[in-house]
């Protein structure tokens, strides 16, 4: 499975972005996307994530701010980012797993929120 994600970029405090995230490859039917960040100096978190019946899962740090949503005929995931705090500042990655190990990453897109 590849990813590949797009969608980072520099915006004010305050401002959005749509980042998307796109799988290729052998993807189950039964499977797992989301978000994760690493901020500098700071361990890889969970961001959002959605299972493939719908189910979504939200960092606290986030909720009400970000919205995941998935295309599953197009293999494809978003996460809508309003209200975007300088907190947010960091890499964003995109995750699959088909409850399988191993999971997949991709190459990150950089997201920068400037006060």
């Known amino acids: 499975v590849q990813l590949q994600a797009s969608g980072g970029g520099l915006v004010q405090s305050g401002g959005s972005l749509r980042l998307v995230c796109t799988a290729s490859g052998s993807i189950s039917r039964v499977n797992i996307m989301g978000w994760y960040r690493e901020a500098p100096g700071k361990r890889r978190e969970l961001v959002a994530d959605?299972?493939?019946?719908?189910?979504?899962n939200y960092a606290d740090s986030v909720k009400g701010r970000f919205t995941i949503s998935r295309e599953n005929d197009k293999n494809t995931m978003y996460l809508e980012m309003n209200s975007l705090k300088p907190e947010d500042t960091a890499v964003y990655y995109c995750y699959y797993s088909n409850f399988q190990p191993p999971g997949h990453w991709g190459q990150g897109t950089l997201v920068t929120v400037s006060s």
């Open positions: 959605a299972f493939s019946n719908g189910r979504t």
